[in-house]
């Protein structure tokens, strides 16, 4: 009896691969041959067109050993940190809002369209947006705070928010979050609403409160959306690229302190004057295992419980 | 799944719906468009095509008129500027034998004759024509080894766009040789923004203005290198002029940047003045932002550095400032952008192509239609631009423009530019801004400098 | 009583006050559409411009925007329903199935979902042109197939929200494993789908890159590589407001699709689905 039903069980679990068949020819064919390019390319000395040479290690060589990398590496990381903690606190923030069973706070599909909004919106509008509103001195976000200063009699000395490189990156995180919180919360809020509401009914006879059913029914539940979320901002992030881009002049002060990898990469891809397409296939590769080594991390972090 | 039904019902009604409009609106020449209504006939299809790719909408009204005119078929392709080497490039990797036109920006042009982008123009009699075009326009269309690969049917020299009205008040002149003077040299400027602020002005919207006429020495010079005296000089002016609160604070091509040409624009500074008034910044309505400017500076601007195609952006923004303007030479002469059409290497139709570059370039009728019809663009050809010489034009106080932006273009020495100089520029614009800001001091920026052009160009020689 | 009803005023306060905050940049976009270019850069206002025919024409000189959006709906839409499918199907098989091979399939994809996209492009176009796709759509809608950011989603989703108890209970009535995933997976992973449906037809509508290298017929381009074309303008500024115009245009079709859809992604485990 038990024989049968192991080898029926083996039977079903052979579907497996029909089920995988078409995603697994398809990623074939259309994402592993370029890549697997791209990892040739990234050892020779291909400029833009024609054969390179085989240079071996030379360009991860020049990668590892150019405090530029790195630098860019650090603003990114920057940059994604206070983000992160931004996006994914507010987005939290609202899915215990809208999950709550006491307030039963209404009007969820009106508000979830309205905060996917900024996202709808070209980077390329959004960084002439706030580069107007932000404008040093000239900006309508600094005039309000030097009337609200003279409202108290006081002196501001306007800050640069986008033009210095102390405040830039901060600013930058900011209006990121802003950009991406409304996709955060909308998967977020889809795998709350993926719960079963038997739980939710069982704990509320058992007499659980609020915190204790967040605590003890959703978050668990919603860890493997969790770990989704954050290995996908964890890859957007460091893979930060249009708005530091757009916002932020190649010949301006603050420039050194938010050209994240991705815009490093870009100066050898795809910029006209030094492109350097051997090289920029090494900084993609040197990029893909970093983000591989923190994910990681982050995966052995969301499994560790499992 | 429901879902899906719907989904695709819905696709379905949208697709026809907006097939009828796309069958509504043919793509046949129109005889009213305004690029061919001056043309007596439109010449039958004669069976020919060619494929254009191009990053300025200019080419398609190019593209219009030579359809008229000779009855091949064009298909004008438009791509965005900062896609355009990408895309080009894939499509040479692919061997694809379309776009028979390709084009590029002098900065470009570079990195596109080295892989063999351009077919070569020479070959074709190019060299037939050699005199016919400005002098340095077709310099920048030679590769290394001196073949014709390109050739632009505009000149672009940068020139000082100042205000007659307060240049009269200040200097009591108004005459643009005159005012020339005071961009002589950078110690003059300095000099002249001075003399500006005292008399209640600022003399530039952004301390990037005189950007333009700072090409003095080329920045490599045989894979060195070349940090030169006048860089230097440069980049003292530009600290001066911010340090000393002598321009509007305005970054090139921002919103109170634009603003700055039609009038005063109110500026917060860190030592406020208490003037009154009621203008608003960056909000056009009236009102809307009126209580928070209250306080604020006014600064009105005396002049831009722009090349030849600020004319039209002038033109635009300048409201009821038009007619106040002048241009003026700066302190060295200087060039930006333009558009320069040539063939791709692998057209199979490269007579056929030719005989459209000439008819954008080299052709007296058409680069006199272009004058009229762009209002105000220039043109490469010489014997053109002699005929318009004495054109006024009203938003400069009537001055004649084409007489000038020839005799500048004249003065451009094209061999000071070389295919690194938009990166390494960038790079000492922001060796430039710390100094001025103060993060780093002059030895530390300039030491960053050499690191950026070191990372980014390793066969570039650096002497520190 | 009353300490509950100003609770929950004041989050519907912070609720309103954040949504105020995305939603005015978003309506200063669309007023921009009625203003000209130097209107526009010149500043913001809330007020309707005057300049809706004129940047309308402007769009229309460069492009016909109906041909753009007829395009990417000819693109969007299959890539879309074809990702939603299939990712679902594969989630399905890693998440469901023990078969060899299973965690390397995964581990491919978390790996893939790293890797840089942009760089893969040049190879990505050799491969087109070697295949004899370049104008061609497929390059644009058959890899959604294999979406590895929706698959890793999906098959998320579907261990945390599907019951197994469910499966059993189906297969011992004897019903076909397709016949599962079709009448029970897939509606309980609605909500993940729906979500994962509205996520790829934006990025499917706003694919840029892709179709911009591939497509070079002023017919075929879809509106995202139409609109570009705007910028290709001498003097930028002057198509500021036909930018917005078309940006304005390309929104509300994805406006749409987000307002029908979105109202699939609620509870779908109801107290009745789990009968046994």
Redesign the interface.
Not at chain 2, 425 to 430: E, H, L, S, T
């Given at each position: 009896m038990k024989l049968q039903k192991s080898s029926k069980l083996t039977a079903y679990n052979r579907w497996g691969y029909a089920f995988v068949a078409p995603f697994v020819i398809v990623f074939a064919i259309f994402s592993v041959y370029p890549v697997l390019r791209t990892l040739y390319l990234s050892f020779t000395d291909l400029k833009i067109l024609g054969k390179g040479n085989w240079i071996w290690f030379d360009n991860y060589k020049r990668v590892i050993t150019d405090k530029f990398f790195w630098r860019a590496l650090g603003n990114t990381l920057r940059i994604w940190g206070v983000n992160i903690v931004l996006q994914l606190g507010l987005a939290f923030l609202l899915v215990i809002i809208f999950s709550d069973v006491k307030y039963k706070m209404r009007g969820l599909p009106v508000f979830r369209i309205l905060y996917y909004l900024p996202n709808l919106i070209a980077a390329t509008s959004i960084a002439f947006l706030f580069n107007t509103l932000l404008d040093w001195r000239y900006g309508t976000f600094n005039i309000l705070i030097n009337s609200i200063y003279k409202l108290f009699g006081a002196t501001y000395n306007p800050i640069d928010w986008i033009g210095s490189g102390s405040t830039a990156p901060y600013t930058l995180a900011v209006i990121q979050s802003w950009m991406w919180f409304g996709n955060s919360f909308l998967m977020l809020m889809a795998s709350v609403q993926g719960i079963n509401r038997e739980y939710f009914e069982a704990a509320a006879i058992d007499g659980a409160n609020r915190w204790t059913t967040f605590g003890k029914i959703t978050l668990p539940l919603i860890r493997p959306i969790m770990m989704y979320v954050a290995i996908t901002s964890l890859i957007g992030g460091l893979q930060m690229f249009d708005l530091p881009f757009l916002m932020v002049s190649q010949s301006g002060a603050a420039y050194r302190d938010v050209q994240t990898v991705m815009m490093y990469l870009y100066r050898f891809g795809f910029t006209t004057g030094s492109t350097q397409t051997g090289y920029a296939s090494a900084v993609a590769y040197m990029l893909f295992l970093i983000i591989l080594s923190v994910s990681i991390v982050q995966y052995k972090f969301f499994n560790k419980e499992r | 799944?429901k879902?899906?039904k719907?989904?695709?019902s819905?696709?379905l009604a949208?697709?026809m719906v907006?097939?009828l409009?796309?069958f509504a609106?043919a793509?046949d020449l129109d005889p009213e468009d305004p690029a061919i209504a001056d043309l007596e006939s439109i010449a039958e299809p004669n069976g020919d095509k060619l494929v254009v790719?191009?990053?300025?909408?200019?080419l398609?009204d190019f593209g219009k008129r030579y359809q008229a005119t000779t009855g091949t078929e064009m298909?004008?392709?438009?791509?965005?500027?900062?896609?355009y080497?990408?895309?080009v490039?894939?499509?040479?990797?692919?061997?694809?034998t379309?776009?028979d036109i390709i084009v590029g920006e002098p900065?470009?042009l570079?990195?596109m004759f080295?892989?063999?982008a351009f077919a070569d123009l020479d070959a074709l009699g190019a060299q037939d024509y050699a005199g016919q075009i400005v002098d340095y326009v077709w310099e920048v269309g030679k590769d290394d080894s001196g073949v014709q690969r390109a050739i632009s049917y505009q000149i672009t020299p940068a020139g000082i766009y100042y205000r007659r009205d307060i240049a009269e008040k200040v200097f009591g002149t108004s005459d643009p040789e005159e005012v020339g003077k005071y961009f002589a040299d950078y110690p003059t400027i300095l000099e002249t923004a001075q003399t500006l602020k005292d008399a209640g002005y600022r003399i530039f919207s952004s301390d990037?203005e005189i950007n333009f006429f700072s090409g003095l020495e080329p920045w490599v010079v045989d894979g060195k290198l070349n940090l030169a005296q006048a860089r230097l000089d440069y980049m003292d002016l530009v600290v001066a002029l911010y340090q000393g609160d002598l321009t509007?604070?305005?970054?090139q091509w921002?919103?109170?940047w634009?603003?700055a040409m039609?009038g005063p624009?109110?500026?917060?500074?860190?030592?406020?003045q208490n003037y009154a008034d009621d203008s608003?910044?960056?909000?056009?309505?009236e009102d809307?932002?009126a209580?928070?400017?209250?306080?604020?500076q006014q600064a009105e601007v005396f002049a831009f550095g722009l090349p030849s195609?600020g004319v039209?952006?002038l033109r635009?923004?300048v409201g009821e400032t038009s007619g106040l303007w002048g241009v003026c030479a700066g302190p060295e002469y200087g060039m930006s952008g333009g558009t320069f059409i040539g063939i791709s290497e692998l057209s199979e139709k490269k007579d056929l192509a030719w005989d459209f570059v000439k008819f954008c370039t080299l052709n007296e009728d058409v680069a006199d239609w272009w004058i009229t019809f762009s209002e105000g663009?220039t043109v490469s050809l010489k014997t053109v631009l002699e005929a318009h010489k004495d054109d006024e034009n009203p938003v400069y106080g009537g001055q004649k423009l084409y007489a000038f932006w020839q005799e500048q273009a004249e003065g451009i020495d094209y061999s000071k530019v070389t295919?690194?100089?938009?990166?390494i520029?960038?790079?000492?614009?922001?060796a430039?801004?710390?100094v001025?800001?103060g993060?780093s001091t002059k030895e530390e920026a300039i030491e960053?400098f050499y690191?950026?052009v070191a990372?980014?160009?390793?066969e570039i020689e650096i002497e520190r | 009583m009353v300490g509950y009803k100003i609770k929950k005023g004041l989050l519907y306060a912070f609720l309103v006050l954040l949504a105020a905050a995305c939603l005015f940049p978003f309506l200063l976009m669309m007023v921009n559409a009625t203003r000209s270019g130097v209107e526009i850069t010149r500043g913001f206002t809330l007020i309707p411009g005057t300049s809706l025919k004129e940047n309308m024409d402007q769009v229309f000189k460069f492009f016909n925007p109906f041909r753009g959006i007829l395009n990417s709906i000819i693109v969007a839409v299959p890539a879309t329903l074809l990702s939603a499918y299939f990712s679902a199907l594969t989630a399905y098989g890693l998440g469901f199935y023990k078969f060899k091979g299973n965690n390397f399939i995964f581990f491919m994809i978390l790996i893939f979902m790293m890797i840089p996209g942009q760089l893969s492009l040049i190879g990505f176009y050799n491969l087109c042109s070697k295949l004899h796709l370049i104008n061609s759509y497929i390059p644009l809608i058959v890899p959604s197939i294999a979406s590895a950011g929706t698959v890793f989603f999906l098959r998320q989703y579907i261990i945390s929200s599907m019951p197994p108890a469910l499966i059993e209970a189906a297969r011992m009535e004897g019903a076909s494993e397709f016949y599962i995933f079709n009448r029970i997976v897939l509606p309980i992973s609605k909500p993940a789908v729906a979500t994962m449906g509205i996520m790829g037809f934006i990025g499917n509508w706003n694919n840029y890159l892709l179709p911009m290298i591939l497509i070079t017929k002023n017919e075929k381009m879809t509106l995202p590589v139409m609109m570009a074309t705007l910028r290709s303008s001498t003097d930028i500024q002057r198509n500021q407001g036909a930018i917005y115009l078309a940006v304005a245009i390309s929104v509300i079709p994805i406006l749409l699709v987000f307002a029908c859809f979105s109202k699939y992604i609620i509870s779908s485990v109801t107290a009745g689905a789990v009968k046994e």
């Open positions: - | 799944m879902t899906v719907k989904l695709l819905l696709a949208l697709v907006l097939s409009g796309v609106l793509d790719w191009t990053l300025a909408e200019d398609v298909e004008v392709v438009v791509i965005a500027p900062e896609d080497p990408t895309k490039q894939t499509a040479l990797v692919g061997g694809e379309e776009p900065q470009m570079g990195d080295s892989y063999g990037s509007a604070y305005a970054n921002s919103t109170p634009y603003q039609s624009v109110p500026i917060l500074t860190a030592d406020i608003v910044n960056v909000w056009a309505s809307e932002f209580e928070a400017t209250e306080g604020l195609w039209l952006t635009d923004n663009d295919p690194y100089d938009k990166i520029g960038d790079a000492w614009g922001a430039i801004s710390a001025k800001t993060v960053e690191d950026t990372y980014t160009y390793p | -």
